[in-house]
């Protein structure tokens, strides 16, 4: 069965910063891409960064470039999310997706549940 589980979200004050962490399981991690997606209150889901299946190789959406950095271990099936510098419009459920990266085209193969992240003013 294949897994991907988000952890690491909550409740964060403007400037602050967070972790999230997706643990994989149910497929061969090191062989896909990995992409985190948020989705904030009443907005479609929003690509926010993806890495390559070595790691080698990331991308940013320009609202989060500068304050996210995407990482993985390939040991550890896990693929991080390390926030900085949130702003209220930060705030969103926040998704892992495994899959591909092409060209700027994020693809998704599976999905996590999602974990929720608040910034407050």
């Known amino acids: 069965e294949v897994q991907l589980v988000e952890s690491g979200g909550g409740l964060v004050q403007v400037g602050g910063s967070l972790r999230l962490s997706c643990a994989a399981s149910?497929?061969?991690?090191?062989?896909?891409?990995m992409s985190w997606v948020r989705q904030a209150p009443g907005k479609g889901p929003e690509w926010v960064s993806s890495i390559n299946s070595g790691g080698g190789s990331t991308y940013y959406a320009d609202s989060v470039k500068g304050r996210f950095t995407i990482s993985r271990d390939n040991a550890k099936n896990s693929v991080y999310l390390q926030m900085n510098s949130l702003k209220p419009e930060d705030t969103a459920v926040y998704y892992c997706?495994?899959?591909?990266?092409?060209?700027?085209?994020?693809?998704?193969?599976?999905w996590g549940q999602g974990t929720q992240v608040t910034v407050s003013s």
């Open positions: 997706a495994a899959g591909s990266y092409r060209l700027g085209s994020p693809q998704y193969d599976y």
């Open positions: 149910g497929f061969t991690f090191r062989n896909y891409d």
